[in-house]
């Protein structure tokens, strides 16, 4: 998938948030960059950020998975981009505590993050160890 789709499907699934675009010298990019207004989104990252996070997904998806290669996963690109913006969203979710009980239900972020592991789950390998 190439790099301006993940962050466009990234996007899509985080409520109102936007691209701050910054060069490869940590420089913020005007020439491409929009002008917002503060009331007019959530939160702004910057397109490095959703790339790193798309990376960090995969390696997360093929732990999980045991599965190095994505290529028979057919639903492997909407899985991973839900994944990216699960880890995104509880980058940025602040809360007082990790824990998941009844006084504080799971998050955005968290939801995210199940939906696309239930979506990997029947492309997920098991290994069997005797000893």
């Not at 466009?8 to 002008?35: A, P, R, T, Y």
């Not at 996070?53 to 599965?67: E, G, H, I, K, P």
Request: glycine share 4%; hydrophobic share 35%.
């Amino acid at each position: 998938m190439e790099e301006e789709t993940i962050i466009k499907e990234v996007l899509f699934k985080l409520d109102n948030w936007v691209v701050e675009n910054i060069d490869k010298d940590g420089d913020l990019n005007q020439s491409h960059s929009l002008e917002y207004d503060e009331m007019d989104y959530n939160k702004k990252v910057s397109s490095e950020e959703i790339l790193h996070f798309y990376d960090v997904a995969t390696n997360y998806a093929q732990s999980y998975t045991q599965l190095t290669d994505f290529n028979n996963v057919p639903i492997s690109d909407t899985a991973l981009i839900l994944w990216t913006a699960g880890l995104l969203w509880r980058k940025y979710d602040v809360r007082p505590n990790d824990q998941i009980d009844d006084t504080y239900p799971i998050g955005y972020g968290d939801s995210l993050i199940n939906q696309a592991k239930e979506m990997l789950k029947p492309y997920k390998k098991y290994n069997f160890n005797i000893f």
